[in-house]
DNA sequence: GCCGTTCATCGATACGCATCGACGATCAAC
DNA sequence: GTTGATCGTCGATGCGTATCGATGAACGGC
């Protein structure tokens, strides 16, 4: 089974190469005869026309290119739904997705544009201030960012709306008579990297909590996992609050932290509330299910595949910054209002 | 900024273009003198070479195909490490990473080969009979199987040794003086799909069995998550045992199995015990810790890496079944022995 | 029964790079 | 001072496709 090219399937089809071309393109007309031929000798010969030389002549790779944060934190775990995601939508017109790890900085970047390895770029795990920014913007390949950088000036964004995350995680718990707040922070090689999220939800948990007059603590685990969870754990048990509600937004903290407070006896949901930022899914299948505002991986990368796509049929779309609004599911860790 | 060729890299050194060719290449003589010159040529106008024209005049792309199950079925939670440890190998040779989401089947196989889109394939998550193998095998592109079929002629194959996994776990609990063993199956759609691995590891758990003169017994959910635990937990403590074993070779059935027992009252590590197939990072943060048997997702695309460069090398190396060996290491979940 | 159209197809060219053969220059050996 | 060999560079060609201009055929209007 070797590779054909355009050439055989004209030869076999009676035809010159460049109607073959026409008849894949669909450019110009072509008789429903010679069409029917093309179409079978490509058929007979499982002809596929060579990326390379298609890429060459018609400066399009059909290729979308994918910065993941691969290498660069611990924090891959709710990765895989935007590349899945991401992956599913480019298939569905016809495109692939090439994956560029973060770990190479800006020179990625540099890389997908200046080879021509895809038409468009999108950015994910942005920090605050990124770097690579610079280059994004001075390059001829379109990016989108998922995400939004401290200045987003010219930049095609999207991403969850963190800002309303936070709002709507404080306002449940005001509105359930909390009188004290407790946000777990990220650890810190997050907070380090100073991804742009993390800031904008910090943010906007301490500018709702003071709308509501609530006294809010920031408690910041240095590591991940067990350990860091139970310690959090400590520090929240010591707080004096008649009703404590505490803000999650790590997600992968969240069981966790879970843990290590029903082993000191504090139940949430029953001595003090807790609400995380995660996916439904995930909040659903935690133990107990956990109240949550909805991290929507899907819905945004769907939304910057769109935004993608309309800027590769039209070079001049104005760029925008796109939120996708985040949801409150009440479950069992929270405490019923007064 | 926009993108120039090597012809404009030669106007500017003063050479031809011929001669950055083989600057960049290396594959013939040049002087110090003008390879210092091309090369500030290229530094200063930030030269890429462009990867269609790359790829159709060296019939090589320096791209690799993964083909991961992304859209079929639900377990695709232990991915992530594999995607990430084979773009990170893959970048340490100069190549990158096309992704390929498995619900095409073989059609994406074929396209990835006769489209020349990437210069070998890595295939994952076999079913037993696997009908894109017979696409792999006719195919111009090197393909490594993560995973073993039950063909796997001609194939090259990397993967974890599950038959000595399933031993391991066995064993383990033979040699702790267990009188009875269950094995918690797959969901019925994972089953269904009848991926390899499942059934490797259910044989050998059950010849292993059988050596030791243990009675096993097989308890299948029908599907994921909290509720298909729950049932699995009645029935394993319905099974009159004075020691119980329990085998979990599903990684995201673990923590909520451990849940359910606990919520009947049957701690693990106390009243019986569990062995479960993860990574160790996550027996290490279970709730409590399992013991396990690790899977090793990163040794696996390691190997499977080195075979496929081995194979870039050299297309005539033979083609072997290359199995990583796991080991158990002994936590929180297994009663000690008598 | 001639001319302007439209329609379907062909031939030629360009895309940017790798590679092969050729060629001039340098140098050692006699 | 001539001959070979070696080294460094150049020009030409091909990779497989998309696309442009041209051409020929069919067709309708007068």
Redesign the interface.
């Given at each position: 089974?070797?590779?054909f090219t355009s050439k055989d399937v004209a030869r076999l089809a009676g035809v010159s190469q460049s109607t073959v071309s026409y008849v894949m393109s669909g450019k110009r007309p072509i008789s429903d005869e010679t069409r029917r031929r093309v179409l079978d000798a490509i058929d007979r010969l499982?002809?596929?026309?060579?990326?390379?030389?298609?890429?060459?002549a018609s400066q399009r790779?059909t290729?979308v290119g994918?910065v993941v944060p691969?290498?660069v934190g611990v924090d891959?775990?709710g990765?895989?739904p935007f590349?899945?995601t991401i992956?599913?939508v480019a298939?569905t017109r016809d495109h692939?997705?090439?994956?560029?790890?973060a770990?190479?900085g800006s020179a990625g970047i540099?890389?997908l544009?200046?080879?021509?390895?895809c038409d468009a770029i999108i950015l994910m795990d942005l920090q605050t201030v990124d770097d690579r920014l610079a280059v994004a913007a001075?390059?001829?390949t379109p990016v989108i960012l998922i995400g939004v950088p401290a200045d987003p000036h010219g930049m095609h964004c999207v991403d969850l709306d963190f800002a309303e995350a936070a709002r709507l995680a404080v306002g449940e718990l005001a509105a359930t008579g909390h009188d004290r707040l407790a946000l777990i922070g990220h650890p810190a090689d997050i907070v380090h990297r100073d991804l742009n999220y993390v800031r904008r939800f910090a943010d906007a948990a301490r500018a709702a909590a003071d709308a509501h007059g609530l006294p809010l603590e920031v408690i910041a685990p240095v590591e991940w996992?067990?350990e860091a969870a139970r310690g959090a754990a400590a520090r929240l048990a010591a707080i004096e609050a008649r009703r404590l509600g505490v803000v999650v937004p790590a997600s992968n903290t969240v069981q966790?932290l879970l843990?290590a407070l029903n082993a000191r006896g504090l139940v949430p949901g029953r001595d003090l509330s807790v609400i995380g930022l995660l996916t439904d899914a995930a909040a659903a299948?935690a133990?107990p299910p956990v109240t949550n505002v909805s991290l929507e991986p899907r819905d945004v990368s769907r939304r910057a595949m769109e935004t993608l796509f309309r800027l590769l049929e039209d070079r001049t779309a104005p760029p925008r910054i796109d939120l996708i609004t985040p949801k409150l599911t009440r479950r069992q860790t929270v405490l019923p209002g007064p």
């Amino acid at each position: 089974m070797s590779t054909f090219t355009s050439k055989d399937v004209a030869r076999l089809a009676g035809v010159s190469q460049s109607t073959v071309s026409y008849v894949m393109s669909g450019k110009r007309p072509i008789s429903d005869e010679t069409r029917r031929r093309v179409l079978d000798a490509i058929d007979r010969l499982t002809y596929e026309p060579n990326a390379g030389a298609r890429a060459l002549a018609s400066q399009r790779t059909t290729v979308v290119g994918l910065v993941v944060p691969f290498g660069v934190g611990v924090d891959t775990t709710g990765l895989l739904p935007f590349i899945e995601t991401i992956a599913g939508v480019a298939r569905t017109r016809d495109h692939d997705v090439l994956l560029v790890t973060a770990d190479e900085g800006s020179a990625g970047i540099r890389r997908l544009a200046g080879r021509s390895l895809c038409d468009a770029i999108i950015l994910m795990d942005l920090q605050t201030v990124d770097d690579r920014l610079a280059v994004a913007a001075n390059v001829r390949t379109p990016v989108i960012l998922i995400g939004v950088p401290a200045d987003p000036h010219g930049m095609h964004c999207v991403d969850l709306d963190f800002a309303e995350a936070a709002r709507l995680a404080v306002g449940e718990l005001a509105a359930t008579g909390h009188d004290r707040l407790a946000l777990i922070g990220h650890p810190a090689d997050i907070v380090h990297r100073d991804l742009n999220y993390v800031r904008r939800f910090a943010d906007a948990a301490r500018a709702a909590a003071d709308a509501h007059g609530l006294p809010l603590e920031v408690i910041a685990p240095v590591e991940w996992g067990r350990e860091a969870a139970r310690g959090a754990a400590a520090r929240l048990a010591a707080i004096e609050a008649r009703r404590l509600g505490v803000v999650v937004p790590a997600s992968n903290t969240v069981q966790p932290l879970l843990h290590a407070l029903n082993a000191r006896g504090l139940v949430p949901g029953r001595d003090l509330s807790v609400i995380g930022l995660l996916t439904d899914a995930a909040a659903a299948e935690a133990e107990p299910p956990v109240t949550n505002v909805s991290l929507e991986p899907r819905d945004v990368s769907r939304r910057a595949m769109e935004t993608l796509f309309r800027l590769l049929e039209d070079r001049t779309a104005p760029p925008r910054i796109d939120l996708i609004t985040p949801k409150l599911t009440r479950r069992q860790t929270v405490l019923p209002g007064p």
